[in-house]
């Protein structure tokens, strides 16, 4: 029977020429030989020196000192040159941007407002499995602008971007549109070319906007995705184009799906509603409001505007939510749409203790409720659009 033992394989050690060793111990005994022949010649003649130069006791150390203070002084341009050189190697690190895998589908401009919510549909359907891939940016009522810089997109010449975005290109290409699915040099490409030279002022006119975080939850069952596309119906009703449709697609979920795919519910510790870390859908209605419009005129859009986050509010339930920024400040409410009803209380509490004199405040902030009216004058205009949008939502 062969030996199980292991074999021990001992490498020999490593050999250096005399030559070689005679040179590295020449060096050495050389370097340390000058060292001390310098110094011992500068002790000994530091009375010389100090007799000469009339220099005091005291300060007879700094002789003595001369190679060590020299050494230093050596260091600090040294120091600032490798400085300099680490600064221009991180520079150009970081001028060199990664590729980027870059999806611009763009339907053609003439299609029909059900080809348009067919369109808002599938973006529905895909979102979710886009999202969890690394995907995020934009969708509309006529196009997705997506990017995704992960490696796994970019390594592959496009090839994954091209099937993710597969159903899409088939649905705006069969409608006369474009699609261009590809892994871009850098973003800085991408928005120089396509961004840059483009034209977005409104001039003469008033663009209100309203947004709903729409969960992750939404997405994930065709009851959520059905439920969308009825309010998309009924919207239509009320006088919204869903060719005009928008969503940013940026929530933290875009950044993080993969730890929040099986993450139990959490507290962030931040004042943001709970629903902005488990929303995919920033969901945004608008009305273009023209400058010269009546009071009256300008009741009826925003009172509509309010009607469609009430209709979201009942579809999302309680996993929605709105980021404050944008929200629609008629709300009616506002506590839980904007806070969380849990997160509010947390908040008040802060609010009493660090701002007792209600120094701070705004529409519709943490503690507005709760103001004298005589502090509230300054949103006059406010509470009585306020107060005929409620009017208008119980008619």
């Given at each position: 029977m062969p030996s199980r033992e292991p074999i021990l394989i001992q490498e020999p050690p490593p050999v250096i020429s005399r030559r070689r060793a005679a040179s590295i111990i020449a060096c050495i005994t050389y370097i340390t030989s000058i060292g001390n022949l310098l110094v011992g010649l500068l002790t000994v003649c530091v009375p010389v020196i100090a007799k000469e130069l009339n220099i005091g006791l005291a300060l007879q150390l700094w002789p003595v000192s001369i190679f060590a203070l020299t050494c230093g002084c050596t260091l600090l341009p040294c120091g600032a040159a490798v400085l300099l050189v680490l600064f221009s190697v991180l520079l150009t690190a970081l001028s060199q941007e990664p590729p980027i895998a870059y999806a611009d589908i763009h339907l053609s401009r003439n299609i029909t407002t059900d080809q348009a919510l067919d369109w808002v549909k599938l973006l529905a359907e895909d979102s979710l499995a886009w999202g969890y891939?690394?995907?995020?940016?934009?969708?509309?009522?006529?196009?997705?602008?997506?990017?995704?810089?992960?490696?796994?997109?970019?390594?592959?010449?496009?090839?994954s971007a091209r099937a993710a975005f597969q159903r899409a290109t088939d649905f705006a290409l069969a409608l006369g549109g474009t699609s261009h699915v590809a892994v871009e040099e850098s973003f800085s490409t991408i928005f120089n070319r396509g961004m840059v030279p483009k034209d977005t002022k409104m001039g003469g006119n008033f663009h209100f906007t309203t947004t709903r975080l729409m969960p992750t939850s939404m997405f994930g069952s065709a009851e959520g995705i059905e439920s969308l596309t009825q309010y998309m119906r009924e919207a239509i009703e009320m006088g919204f184009d869903p060719r005009s449709f928008y969503t940013p697609v940026t929530t933290p979920f875009v950044y993080k799906a993969n730890e929040t795919r099986n993450a139990e519910p959490k507290d962030y510790g931040t004042s943001m509603t709970q629903a902005w870390h488990k929303a995919l859908w920033h969901v945004e209605s608008s009305k273009v409001i023209p400058v010269d419009s009546t009071y009256q005129e300008r009741l009826t859009a925003l009172t509509n505007l309010t009607t469609l986050t009430v209709k979201l509010e009942k579809i999302m339930g309680a996993d929605g939510g709105s980021y404050m920024n944008v929200a629609d400040p008629y709300t009616p409410d506002w506590k839980e749409s904007f806070y969380g009803l849990d997160n509010y209380e947390k908040l008040l509490k802060i609010k009493n203790k660090y701002d007792p004199q209600r120094l701070l405040k705004c529409w519709k902030c943490v503690g507005?409720?709760?103001?004298?009216?005589?502090?509230?004058?300054?949103?006059?205009?406010?509470?009585?659009?306020?107060?005929?949008?409620?009017?208008?939502?119980?008619?």
């Open positions: 891939s690394g995907w995020g940016g934009h969708v509309g009522g006529t196009f997705v602008a997506h990017f995704n810089p992960l490696p796994a997109l970019t390594n592959d010449n496009g090839t507005f409720d709760e103001e004298k009216e005589s502090d509230l004058e300054r949103f006059t205009c406010n509470k009585k659009i306020q107060a005929d949008i409620i009017k208008g939502l119980k008619a």
